[in-house]
């Protein structure tokens, strides 16, 4: 655990540095604000990457999705942890650099970081604070399968980060663009939203329940935490999707103009 831990809070703290003294070699007319925001991008895909491999290898390995158990289920969130953490930084410093040209304070700007960014940083704080102590001790031995689902819903995760890096460089009129929204879409839609669902499947096929059936044979507390769990997923599916209409719609609407 400690040595996850310590492996966690050099790699991702350094990656974000490596790779912006790569853009700050390579790209010398960018801002600092361009390099720290794509240097925060590239890292979650890498960390999305990482995940989602431990989550395919964790599904693979248990073929009882119940009593299955996998060593990167638990080690892996060790791992996810100062991610979180440095991640929650990552952001804010961001902001700070995007910022500091309106003679804004720190207090200001965190507080413009905390306005602007309560989603995320709910989200980071919902898995720091609840879903750690869950997949670490209070789940016990059981659903090592699940876990390993929940770790490919970051599959989407580098689809949505090169999206705010072309914005970022106001390349939305591409190709490159449109290709990659179609694949956000299609990747958020199947690991974050009918994730759940397989989950309830996969449960089903191993104790000969239907689809329907299994929500009332397992745990009430099992449906209210995957509810709490696709509450915030179907919120960010529908904004992406409105993202989508204004990208694919406007060329007609110009034209019927």
Known sequence: ML???AWGSLFFPGLFALCNWTLRRSRP???????????????????????TGSGIVIM??????VNGRH??????????????????????LSEWYRTRDQNHGHSTTFRNFLSQNRL?????AVILFVLVPVAQRLRGDLGDFFVGCI????????FVSLGRILIHLKQQHTLLYKVN?????????SCRILLFPFMYWSYGQQEGLSLLQVPFN???????????????????????????????????AKKDG
Request: proline share 5%; with cysteine.
């Open 120 to 124: 995320m940083i709910t989200h980071h």
């Open 29 to 51: 007319e960018w801002t600092n604000s361009d390099r720290l925001m794509i240097s925060t991008r590239l890292v979650s895909s890498v960390q999305a990457v990482l995940a």
């Open 3 to 5: 040595l996850t831990l």
């Open 151 to 158: 770790f490919t819903a970051e599959l989407s995760t580098p």
């Open 218 to 252: 397992i745990p009430f507390f099992c449906n209210v935490a995957n509810a709490f769990l696709i509450a915030p997923q179907i919120y960010w599916f529908c904004l992406l999707c409105r993202k989508a209409a204004r990208l694919f719609g406007t060329p007609q």
């Open 71 to 92: 060593w990167l289920a638990r080690e892996y969130v060790w791992f996810l942890i100062p991610y979180m953490i440095y991640d929650t930084y990552a952001m804010y």
């Open 60 to 65: 693979r390995s248990c073929s009882d999705v």
């Open 181 to 189: 929204g179609i694949l956000t879409l299609a990747t958020f839609f």
